[in-house]
């Protein structure tokens, strides 16, 4: 009897990290009109992501306005601030609801970030900063064709 709650409890356990595996891969999504994958998310959690979006956005022109001035190290700075540090930060539950591409693209972003600020830091070249951040603007457009919130 106890053998056969103990072989009950593993499969439950099985099935139960399974689901989560798969959770994790798939994350929330529906299908919507535009072909793009929609990312389910609660009102707070879509706040959040598009209050980030925009300051990505911010870090763009940041990081354009330091280069044209010639500042590497605060266009440095500006780009540091959403390295991989940043994408540490972001809650747990929304890093569940995000489907597998989105993280990797997510986390390509990032890295790009960290990228360009030890760029800007070392040699501080402007035609190659100016060359990355183009680089990463293609990780941003190749995620907003792919996917949105709903
Ligand atoms: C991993 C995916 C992903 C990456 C990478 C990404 N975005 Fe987004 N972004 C989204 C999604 C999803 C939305 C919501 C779009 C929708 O619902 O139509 C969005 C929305 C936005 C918005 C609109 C914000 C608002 O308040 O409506 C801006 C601005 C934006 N992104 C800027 C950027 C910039 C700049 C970058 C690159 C530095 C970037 N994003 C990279 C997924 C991404």
């Not at 999504?29 to 598009?50: H, M, N, Q, W, Y």
Request: glycine share 10%.
């Amino acid at each position: 009897m106890g053998r056969m709650l103990l072989g009950i409890s593993l499969l439950l356990n099985i099935a139960l990290l399974g689901g989560g595996a798969y959770m994790f891969m798939k994350g929330s999504v529906a299908p919507s009109e535009d072909g793009r994958t929609a990312i389910v998310l609660d009102k707070g959690e879509k706040a959040f992501v598009l209050t980030e979006m925009r300051a990505l956005l911010e870090t763009v022109h940041a990081v354009l306005l330091a280069v044209e001035d010639g500042d590497m190290k605060e266009a440095g700075i500006a780009a540091r601030k959403f390295g991989m540090a940043d994408m540490q930060a972001a809650p747990k539950s929304l890093m569940l609801k995000m489907p597998m591409g989105f993280k990797s693209l997510g986390h390509a972003m990032h890295t790009g970030w960290d990228t360009i600020a030890n760029e800007a830091e070392s040699m501080g070249d402007k035609k190659k900063v100016t060359v990355l951040l183009t680089e990463q603007l293609g990780r941003c457009t190749a995620c907003h064709s792919a996917f949105k919130l709903k």
